[in-house]
């Protein structure tokens, strides 16, 4: 039953607890103040002084009061009250002598007691005082984990009435001026405790009796008796045990009392307590959860046999030593059922994370305690004789202790780890195991799997989801159908994860400052789809998606140190994926890069291993392409007009495939076209028009070289190639006239390229290249440029190899051989020198 | 800040503050104001001595701390008050003229109503004086010497059941008055709950071990009860705390003559004697009552009548006499005193019925020893039975008349036939006190066997 109501009552019951633990506090800091004491227990119910217990060796005792004596007199003055007592008793100094006036069975005597140093009542009260603040801790701690949830503040409030009626009500009444203020709150705590108790019975865990007897299908009575509780039953619940202590008063207003109030309640508390006991197990068939059933019998059966023998022996032996055995000894059981079924079935919703450190620090207190006894019994055993004595018995004993403390320690620490940490354990067992098995897999689709399917079990979840990023959007990959199958990114949302490097739980990003509009509205979109916790995925790389956590089974919230533990796992899922992923592309380059290299191949053979010029001529080429297929090439073009012989060279925009691509389209395109058009001029038009149309906005940097056998002209057309170098006999170098029209084919629909010619003398070499020679780059990144190219070509002999051999060598030096940044084509063509 | 931070801070506040709240209340209320009106600080000291000594009933203490008083500061009124009771006719009547023309409006309410009651009563306007005490005791009912004061007034009424009531409740407001132990001691042992007035007596001498009046009066229980060693034991423990407290010394005298130790009893009178303060008290008619119970209950009835015939007129006294008297033959001088006694009862103040009722026992009783002397046993009975209801087991005569009453009576059935009532009233006075057919039995005897004489 979760608070729905605007009045939230936790406040005040914290207040309640604060008053609660320093009416506690008083009653126990008040008996170890240092104040005189005769060592009498009286009668808490008695109006006079009558003495219940005597402290054995303590000042009166050693007087001869003893138990059913009245003091009438202490130090000289006649004592009617308590408080009277208290007052004279304060007076006196502790060691003092002071005559008591006794009424004992024979008579009133006077007896002199020796007033001790004020001690607390015995064990027993201190067993006591233990069990109040055992169930005020446990009460508070439940109100702590779940203020919102109306059993548990129930179960606090009894808690605190438990803790004020256990020391203050039992607490060994003497003369302090307190005694009766804390006996009085006691005897009030009593009588709200039972409604307290039947409050809480009845809505614990949930009122599962009240939605089954409200249920439609419920009979008439239970029906009618359910909308009675509903209305009117809390109040009737706490109001009746008042009425009753003023009901009893007036028939019989000094009649007898037990812990200060009359028979009638203790009947009225006996009858709550077993209707209590009956709506523990109503509740408990109800549930459905087998291990809340568990808990619930664990805590009906701690309540009976702890509660039910102290009830009756209060009220048969209360002021006996067989109170304290038969009715206090057994009360642990309530305490430890209680803690033991939160614990262990997690009632209420709790789950607790015992840390680790903390049951080290108990374990070693609990060993030196056993240690120090040890010496104590063994000093006792040893006092007097000669190994006492011995001043090697001291070091003897520190060595003992050092050498055997640690394993005794450990020894006890083992069965604890095992107790205590099974869960916990095991959760990291498996989530190793599971961290292990993501690092081994190499198959992303695998890691998916195993990320999304085994975390749910692992932890307790109802789903997992993995969202992987694809372009600017962030696709499902895994999980549940019913999440968004996209989910966009969130920049603010992305580097806020990358920052935290955690799991975040929706409702921490509530109140952040990146909540922005998008991110609030992805929260509440995720929130509608029960996600809990989300984290990201990311490598030192990149960023690779998000996975999105759902709350776990039981409506328990993920606990610190399981998100801890799943970080854990979500950073080596992300490696995982991360390799997975690299893994994946790795392959396909290195498919890519076998198909590029068949690629090569192909192209290469396209490319005449030997140009053929016309007779009288020479011709000599070089094509080296940037990657390992390249956009430019050369050909020997089939036919030419007349009797010429005609080569092209050729730089297609793009490098790589696409660049392979088009050049394989101009090179067919320009074979296939010059087969049936001889005519340069309308071979360009037409592979312009053939290469336009292929769109995708490539173009083909095309020169064309031809001549005719014997001839002393060579006839050139460029479309977007640079500029050809006439190398003259001298070493002199030219540039040749370039064409009004030289766009590159397939930049324009219509091309209007010119022929030109120059004529050639022997020994004089024309050089047409692409534009890869003149920005081939030095490593210091310059360029390579015409003024190199020139004086390259100066320096070559006047023969179109030692040309191209002289151009490649200069820009290999340039280069520092390194690979060249783009492809790089050259051609030389000269009139041979033996005609000449 | 958390709502649990805020929660434990204002909570910590609120406890803090009601915690001085409380301790600033309980230090308003439990700051106690003057309680006497005087300037000098060891006049105060002597009042309070004098206060003390009187609770103890050692009135020649009080009386000089009360002088020392009036000397350090003539004007405290409650003083003068308290010394007009312990002086003698000439001072008293100058301390009540002081008192009438002091200023009671300076005074504390208890000092002004102290002296207005006491002079009420002088005035004879002893409804007022009662209704300003009701008044007083309605707007402080805690004031121990106002309560005291309507205790006494119910004591002297003979409101038995009054006076212990309100010495009860001035007990449960200041346990440890005492003498409202002492009065309920007495008033216990008057309704013949002798266990209790024990319990009363014994507490009374754990409050004040060093008091003389605690051991004194418990062995005037003693006595009644015919504990005679006991007694004896507690009134020289008594002499022991005051060695000039004379009473003890005239209860001493009586237990051991009681007891049947008339040596032990001279002996007693002549240590009386030793002391210049109660040499006083001896020579104005103990000693001579004391030689008379010496004499009467050693069977020396003779010797009785001759002590008893120094002794001077005094009322109170006149059982043994009478007795010896009709015992010797002397039924003129027995007659004379039966008169004597007769006439302080017509003067004696109706406002003092304890002592009143206790002078009209004593006349039953002499009547009754008149007839049984003169054989008419029936009267005897008769008579004996009304002084049985008009005494009570503790009074001012010096000896417990009514058990020496009842065994009149026991006697007096006796003679009358009626042995059942007689043996039965034996029984009951056996129970109380085993020892006092032995020492009275003698006499009664005597009286009886003169009435039998035809």
């Known amino acids: ?836 | 800040m958390t709502d649990m931070k805020r929660i434990l801070l204002l909570g910590t506040l609120f406890l803090a503050i009601v915690s001085l709240t409380a301790v600033a209340g309980y230090r308003l209320m439990t700051s106690a104001p003057a309680e006497w009106t005087t300037a000098s600080p060891r006049a105060e000291e002597a009042f309070e001595a004098a206060l003390s000594a009187l609770k103890k009933a050692y009135r020649r203490d009080a009386a000089r701390h009360l002088d020392r008083a009036l000397e350090l500061d003539p004007e405290l009124a409650i003083a003068k008050l308290y010394a007009m009771r312990l002086a003698d006719s000439d001072r008293r009547q100058q301390l009540e003229a002081e008192l009438r023309s002091a200023d009671l409006g300076r005074l504390t309410p208890r000092e002004a109503l102290l002296i207005g009651y006491a002079l009420a009563h002088r005035d004879g306007e002893h409804q007022r004086a009662e209704a300003m005490l009701a008044e007083y005791l309605r707007a402080h009912p805690d004031d121990p010497f106002a309560l005291d004061a309507a205790c006494n007034a119910a004591w002297l009424r003979v409101d038995s059941e009054e006076a212990e009531r309100c010495y009860a409740n001035l007990i449960a407001r200041h346990s440890n008055w005492v003498e409202a132990q002492n009065r309920l001691g007495y008033l216990a042992m008057g309704e013949g709950r002798f266990d209790e007035a024990e319990e009363r007596f014994l507490t009374y001498r754990y409050i004040a071990p060093d008091q003389a009046n605690p051991y004194d009066s418990l062995g005037e229980l003693y006595m009644n009860l015919g504990r005679y060693q006991e007694a004896e034991a507690s009134f020289r423990q008594a002499l022991e705390q005051k060695p000039d407290f004379c009473a003890s010394y005239t209860h001493l005298v009586t237990a051991q003559a009681f007891d049947g130790r008339p040596a032990s009893a001279r002996a007693s009178v002549e240590a009386m004697a030793a002391v210049e303060a109660c040499r006083s008290q001896l020579e104005h008619g103990f000693r001579c009552w004391a030689e008379t119970v010496i004499a009467y209950t050693d069977g020396a009835f003779e010797a009785a009548w001759q002590a008893s015939a120094g002794c001077p007129d005094h009322a109170h006294w006149s059982v043994l006499p009478h007795r010896v008297a009709l015992i010797t033959g002397r039924t003129t001088a027995a007659q004379t005193l039966e008169k004597a006694l007769r006439a302080t009862i017509d003067h004696y103040p109706h406002r003092a019925p304890l002592n009143r009722n206790h002078l009209a026992a004593a006349l039953e009783n002499l009547t009754g020893s008149w007839a049984l002397a003169h054989g008419d046993a029936a009267a005897a009975v008769t008579h004996f039975e009304r002084a049985d209801r008009l005494s009570s087991y503790w009074g001012d005569l010096q000896l417990t008349l009514k058990l020496y009453n009842r065994l009149d009576l026991a006697h007096a059935l006796e003679a009358a036939g009626e042995v059942h009532e007689a043996k039965a009233l034996r029984r009951q006075i056996e129970a109380v006190n085993p020892h006092l057919e032995h020492a009275f039995g003698p006499g009664i005897d005597a009286l009886v066997a003169l009435g039998a004489k035809p």
Not at chain 1, 56 to 70: F, H, K, N, P, V
Not at chain 1, 204 to 231: E, Y
Not at chain 1, 357 to 380: E, P
Not at chain 1, 578 to 592: D, G, I, K, P, V
């Open chain 1, 1 to 836: 039953m979760i608070m729905t109501g605007r009045f939230n009552p936790t406040p005040v019951l914290l207040l309640f607890g604060l008053v609660a633990l320093g009416i506690a506090g008083l009653s126990i800091g008040d008996m170890f103040l240092p104040r005189p004491y005769d060592g009498v227990v009286l009668a808490s119910d008695a109006d006079d002084l009558r003495v219940q217990e005597v402290i054995a060796g303590s000042g009166a005792d050693r007087a001869g009061i003893r138990e059913g004596d009245i003091i009438v007199g202490i130090g000289r003055e006649a004592i009617d009250d308590k408080r009277h007592a208290a007052r004279q008793l304060n007076k006196l100094r502790i060691g003092e002598e002071v005559p008591y006036l006794v009424r004992t069975a024979k008579g009133i005597e006077e007896r002199p007691v020796r007033l001790d140093r004020r001690r607390i009542g015995d064990g027993s009260y201190l067993y006591v005082c233990g069990l109040g603040l055992w169930f005020f801790f446990v009460g508070l701690f439940v109100l702590v984990r779940q203020p919102a949830l109306r059993a548990s503040q129930v179960f606090f409030l009894v808690c605190g009435l438990f803790m004020v009626f256990l020391i203050c009500r039992l607490r060994p009444a003497s003369y302090a001026g307190i005694d009766e203020l804390v006996l009085r709150l006691g005897t009030v705590a009593c009588l709200f405790l039972p409604a307290a108790f039947l409050h809480f019975y009845l809505i614990f865990p949930r009122a599962a009796w009240l939605d089954s007897w409200s249920a439609p299908g419920a009979g008439g009575p239970r029906r009618r008796l359910a909308a009675v509780w509903a209305r009117a039953g809390l109040p009737i619940l706490y109001a009746l045990p008042p009425a009753v202590l003023l009901a009893a008063h007036a028939a019989d207003p000094g009649g007898a009392r037990l812990a200060g109030l009359p028979r009638a309640n203790w009947w009225l508390l006996l009858a709550y307590l077993v209707l209590g006991f009956a709506a523990l197990r109503a509740n408990a068939r109800r549930l459905g959860d087998p291990r809340e059933r568990r808990g619930m019998a664990l805590v009906l059966i701690g309540s009976a046999f702890g509660l039910m023998p102290f009830l009756i022996a209060f009220v048969f032996f209360q002021g006996s030593p067989r109170f304290f055995w038969l009715g206090v000894l057994p009360l642990v059981a309530v305490p430890i059922t209680f803690t033991y079924a939160i614990v262990r079935f997690q009632l209420l919703d709790i789950r607790i994370i015992l840390r680790r450190s903390l049951l080290y620090t108990l374990t070693t207190v609990v060993v030196t305690g056993l240690y120090a006894f040890a010496i104590a019994a063994f000093n006792a055993m040893v006092r007097g004789s000669s190994l006492a004595s011995s001043r090697y018995f001291p070091i003897v004993l520190a060595l003992a202790i050092v050498l055997l403390f640690e394993p005794l320690r450990r020894r006890l620490q083992e069965p604890i780890d095992r107790y205590f940490f099974a869960g916990t354990s095991r959760l990291q067992q498996a989530t190793v195991e599971l961290g292990e098995a993501l690092t081994a897999e190499v198959d992303p689709q695998r890691v998916v799997q195993e990320l999304v399917e085994k975390l749910p079990k692992l932890a307790g979840l109802h789903f997992a989801a993995l969202y992987l990023l694809r372009g600017n959007r962030l696709a499902r990959v895994a999980g549940p159908s019913t999440l968004p199958a996209g989910l966009p990114v969130l920049p603010e949302l992305q580097r806020f994860l990358e920052r935290r490097r955690s799991l975040t739980r929706l409702d921490q990003l509530g109140a952040l400052p990146i909540r922005s509009g998008a991110v609030a509205a992805l929260v509440r979109d995720l929130e509608a789809h029960g996600v809990e916790a989300i984290g990201d995925l990311a490598s030192s790389r990149r960023w690779i998606g998000l996975l999105l956590l759902s709350e776990k089974q039981g409506q328990m919230p993920l606990e610190r140190d399981e998100l801890k533990l799943l970080e854990g796992l979500l950073n080596q899922a992300a490696l995982a994926l991360e390799t997975a992923l690299l893994l994946e592309e790795r392959t396909q380059q290195a498919e890519l890069e076998r198909e590029l290299s068949i690629a090569a191949k192909i192209q290469a053979d396209l490319l005449p291993a030997r140009l053929r010029f016309a007779p009288g001529w020479a011709v000599a080429q070089l094509c080296r392409p940037a990657r390992d297929v390249g956009g430019d090439f050369y050909a020997q073009l089939p036919t030419a007009e007349g009797d010429e012989t005609a080569v092209v060279f050729a730089d297609v925009s793009g490098k790589s495939v696409s660049g392979a691509l088009m050049m394989m389209a101009a090179h067919e395109a320009l074979h296939a076209l010059a087969i049936a058009e001889p005519d340069p001029v309308r071979l360009f038009a037409l592979t312009n028009r053939r290469l336009y149309r292929l769109g995708r906005r490539r173009f083909v940097a095309l020169g064309y070289l031809a001549a005719c056998a014997g001839g002393e002209r060579l006839r050139y057309l460029l479309a977007g190639q640079p500029p050809l170098l006439l190398r003259r006999v001298d070493g002199g170098v030219d540039e040749l006239p370039l064409p009004t029209h030289r766009i590159p084919l397939g930049a324009l629909a219509d091309g209007d390229h010119q022929a030109l010619e120059v004529p050639l003398a022997p020994g004089e070499v024309v050089l047409g290249y692409s534009d890869g020679v003149t920005e081939a780059c030095s490593p210091e990144g310059e360029f390579f440029g015409e003024q190199r190219l020139c004086r390259a070509l100066a320096a070559a002999g006047g023969q179109p190899e030692r040309v191209i051999a002289a151009v490649a060598g200069a820009i290999d030096v340039f280069t520092g051989g390194g690979p060249p940044y783009d492809d790089l084509t050259l051609i030389a063509v000269g009139r041979t020198l033996s005609e000449s």
